[in-house]
């Protein structure tokens, strides 16, 4: 189950794209799941289920989303883009293996900061007054960091 | 070529960066789209770092995976315990009911033998999207029983007895007396007799019709009385009196209707309505049976595009144009070689329609068994757009090529004797509008495949 929630959040996160909207979804996959549990074929497999959900959920999200603000991934995107995070798992796994190895190696405090930044995502306004900085600033350092692990991870990759 | 996809994949990284921090405007949003939807790699750049932004959330966690995950399992628990406490209740109930089942065939069989046979007399060989009935457990396939009453709150169901196909359309009531008999409570159905049968009976308070080899429409109510009215073939109706006893007999062929009312002894003929017919001929057209997670509609869809006719765990068989004659050749693009159907063919059209609302749970299969043969079952985007002028007159369809079944998942079958044609969509519920389309042939001759 531990392992089931973080990948139906990335699921949910690849769909919405943003964090805080990850949340809700994972939030309403959750009831969803809840719910419909008895619904749920035992022969089956129960990842596959809980994404299959999870992909619905998040695609009437994005829905609402793309209406409420008036842009937003169409259904054609929508349907490529989880047909390429179902097809491509094993590859994205080993890409988060190499992510993980390239965040071991970042000093103590970027890794600390990177960690902040993403718990914080929600509130980085906050987080930079906490630091006593502009918000500006923590995102340019966030970019930094993120480049830096971006290329970390192709240079691995590439090596192997 | 590298450093210009190279650029693309930045563009794309630094548009999702902006996408998950929640600073992306509309422009550089369709910018996105456009980049994902027109080149795959940039498909795969955006998936990739929307997992890499996953992970990194991940690894901020400050709980562990176990404690993330625990919050959830907590709910989870909960439903478990209630699925395990309902499944005990139901192997309670199920060996309960057999020894139960035991002692009452036992006890029947001493006291009542011969007298006590609810035998199967028919299966439930279609159902309509709206259908509700009055009792649970109507589902297609079912046996149906003789002594058995079906009331239709509203909706259609067919039923497949031994020579006949019977629809009744809610709200209605009837019971089933024999594989060959039946009586009209209330509302209204239309009898279909299978080739070369006869003698299936419906009686009603009225009147006793009993069928010679046809299709007719029976309704009653007990204002009106009973209209009955045959679209083909012979039928003989008895007006009955306050006994049930025969007393006024009349013939009905082709085209020509009757109206019967016991109370008043009356019989007269009334102008035959052809439309009586329409709605099953809309909701079931040249269909014999359904099985499966398919249903029929009695309404006729104005528009079939994505999330215009949205279906839930099932999907939709519709009837389009019926009985065209082809004036020249049709050909039908598919995966496969393309199949021509020669001009002087008169072919009936069936879409297929499968679009989930957001809580689809059940992965739909299913199959439709036609009277006549199946000629072509396209399920690409080219095989759709080139039969569309066979759908109904003014619907609309989907543009976008998201229509079409994706093949490598979803399977379509066809049976030896070209009746059936089944449909499996894999082992997950579905996400988006799916659509096939069915072309049975009533002449099948020189139907093949193009060189």
Same mark, same amino acid.
């Given at each position: 189950?531990a ?11 690849t769909?919405?794209?943003n ?24 022969g089956?497999?129960?990842r ?16 609402k ?27 994205f ?35 930079a ?15 930094r ?7 970390c ?8 | ?5 190279s ?8 548009l999702?960066d ?44 400050v ?13 989870? +628990?909960?439903?478990v ?25 036992v ?8 007298a ?9 060989a279609g ?14 396939g079912r ?29 209605? +009531? ?26 299936f ?5 009225d ?16 204002v ?10 012979r ?14 007999l ?25 439309e ?24 006729i ?33 598919g ?12 072919? +009936?059209?069936y ?23 199946i ?32 093949m ?13 044609? +089944? ?29």
């Amino acid at each position: 189950m531990a392992l089931t929630y973080h990948d139906i959040y990335s699921t949910g996160l690849t769909i919405v794209g943003n964090q805080d909207d990850a949340e809700d979804v994972i939030q309403e996959v959750c009831v969803v799941l809840w719910q419909k549990f008895d619904e749920f074929d035992e022969g089956t497999n129960f990842r596959k289920w809980a994404h299959a959900v999870t992909f619905n959920v998040a695609k009437a999200y994005a829905r609402k989303k793309r209406r409420r603000r008036g842009f937003g991934f169409n259904d054609y995107v929508l349907m490529k883009v989880s047909q390429m995070k179902s097809g491509g798992e094993e590859l994205f796994e080993l890409q988060c293996e190499v992510l993980r190895e390239c965040m071991d190696h970042l000093p103590e405090a970027d890794r600390e900061f990177l960690s902040a930044c993403y718990r914080n995502s929600s509130s980085l306004t906050n987080y930079a007054r906490e630091l006593g900085r502009s918000v500006e600033t923590i995102y340019t350092k966030l970019k930094r960091l993120r480049r830096r692990l971006t290329e970390c991870v192709t240079r691995k990759l590439g090596k192997e | 070529m590298l450093s210009n996809y190279s650029s693309l994949a930045d563009e794309v990284q630094a548009l999702a960066d902006q996408l998950f921090d929640g600073r992306i405007d509309g422009p550089r949003m369709r910018r996105l789209e456009a980049l994902i939807e027109n080149d795959l790699a940039c498909l795969q750049v955006y998936v990739e770092r929307m997992t890499y932004h996953g992970e990194l959330v991940k690894n901020a966690e400050v709980r562990s995976p176990a404690q993330a995950a625990l919050a959830v399992m907590r709910e989870f +628990s909960y439903a478990v315990r209630m699925h395990e406490r309902r499944r005990w209740f139901a192997q309670f109930w199920i060996y309960g009911g057999m020894v139960a089942s035991l002692l009452l065939i036992v006890g029947g069989a001493l006291f009542f033998t011969g007298a006590f046979d609810p035998v199967p007399v028919g299966i439930v060989a279609g159902l309509s999207d709206d259908a509700q009935f009055s009792s649970t457990g109507i589902d297609l396939g079912r046996f149906v029983r003789r002594g058995e009453q079906i009331t239709v709150n509203q909706g259609m169901i067919s039923l497949q007895l031994s020579n006949v196909l019977v629809d009744v359309l809610g709200p209605a +009531s009837i019971q089933l007396e024999a594989g060959d008999r039946m009586v009209l409570n209330a509302g209204s159905l239309f009898a279909k007799m299978l080739p070369g049968a006869n003698g299936f009976t419906v009686s009603t308070p009225d009147v006793e019709v009993v069928d010679l080899g046809t299709e007719f429409y029976v309704q009653y109510t007990p204002v009106t009385g009973t209209q009955v009215s045959v679209r083909q073939g012979r039928v003989r109706a008895s007006l009955l009196d306050w006994k049930h006893a025969p007393v006024n007999l009349l013939e009905l062929t082709d085209g020509r209707s009757a109206q019967f009312q016991g109370a008043a002894q009356l019989v007269r003929e009334v102008v035959y309505q052809p439309e009586v017919f329409q709605p099953i001929d809309q909701s079931r057209g040249g269909i014999q049976r359904i099985d499966g997670l398919l249903r029929t509609t009695p309404r006729i869809p104005v528009s079939l595009q994505s999330e215009q006719l949205q279906t839930t765990n099932h999907m939709l068989v519709i009837p389009e144009r019926q009985n065209v004659l082809l004036d020249r050749d049709l050909v039908i693009p598919g995966e496969g070689e393309p199949v021509r159907i020669p001009a002087g063919a008169v072919i +009936s059209s069936y879409l297929i329609h499968y679009d989930p609302k957001v809580l689809a749970t059940l992965a739909p299969r299913g199959a439709v068994t036609f009277f006549d043969e199946i000629a072509a079952v396209t399920a690409t985007e080219e095989g759709l757009k080139a039969t569309d002028h066979l759908g109904l007159p003014g619907i609309r369809f989907e543009s976008n090529k998201f229509r079409e079944f994706e093949m490598d998942e979803d399977e379509v079958r066809i049976s030896q004797d070209r009746k059936t044609v +089944s449909f499996y969509c894999g082992v997950n519920p579905g996400e988006f509008l799916d659509e096939a389309r069915v072309i049975v042939v009533a002449k099948t001759k020189g139907v093949v495949p193009a060189p």
